[in-house]
């Protein structure tokens, strides 16, 4: 029987890698917490970049180191995200006009103004989409249909909800929420 534990947590050593190192997020291990975070500038905005993972069983740093780099092709990612929001505008059920009237419901009118400023953002999707912060990415190497989230939003002390688009793990957008 003691041979059977022997050979099992052999196995199940070389399931699980010790330690993956990153470039980007330093070591990750087992004993982390499950979220590495860096932060990328990029045309003067610093945006977080987050690493979560729940168990790092059955992933390798490829794999990691992969979608890491999809996620720092920030301007690339962030150029498809607001195509697909603004391609979500012309939809009746449009998770983003939810988003803005989530706001405009929300959120003090001053504060909107000092953020988005004066303009076409309230009647106009496309405006709106343009107007909006890159918040946040986040990688999921565990989940396939949405390796990658890009969070857009406005200031954290406005509002606690963000417009959430998943691209899955071959760089497609594939869903579109409000996160809180």
Same mark, same amino acid.
């Given at each position: ?27 990750? #291990?087992?004993? %982390? ?18 690493? #979560? ?7 390798? %740093? ?31 059920? #449009? ?28 009647t106009s999707g496309e405006a709106f989409v343009k107007a909006l912060t890159l918040l946040r990415i986040v990688i999921y190497p565990e989940q396939p249909d949405g390796a990658i989230a890009v969070d857009y939003g406005v200031e954290s002390k406005l509002t606690d909800h963000v417009l959430c688009l998943a691209f899955d793990i071959d760089g497609e957008p ?7």
């Amino acid at each position: 029987m003691r041979d059977v534990a022997r050979l099992a947590s052999r196995a199940y050593a070389h399931a699980v890698p010790a330690v993956i190192e990153s470039p980007v997020f330093g070591e990750i #291990s087992a004993d %982390g917490d499950g979220t590495w975070q860096a932060f990328v500038e990029v045309d003067g905005a610093k945006i977080e970049l987050e690493l #979560s993972i729940d168990t790092l069983a059955g992933l390798d %740093g490829a794999l990691i180191e992969s979608l890491t780099q999809q996620a720092l092709q920030v301007r690339e990612l962030d150029r498809q995200a607001r195509e697909a929001l603004e391609q979500d505008c012309d939809d009746d059920d #449009s998770v983003v006009i939810a988003y803005r009237e989530h706001l405009l419901k929300h959120v003090d009118s001053g504060e909107l103004e000092a953020h988005f400023g004066e303009g076409a953002w309230r009647t106009s999707g496309e405006a709106f989409v343009k107007a909006l912060t890159l918040l946040r990415i986040v990688i999921y190497p565990e989940q396939p249909d949405g390796a990658i989230a890009v969070d857009y939003g406005v200031e954290s002390k406005l509002t606690d909800h963000v417009l959430c688009l998943a691209f899955d793990i071959d760089g497609e957008p594939n869903a579109l929420s409000i996160e809180a």
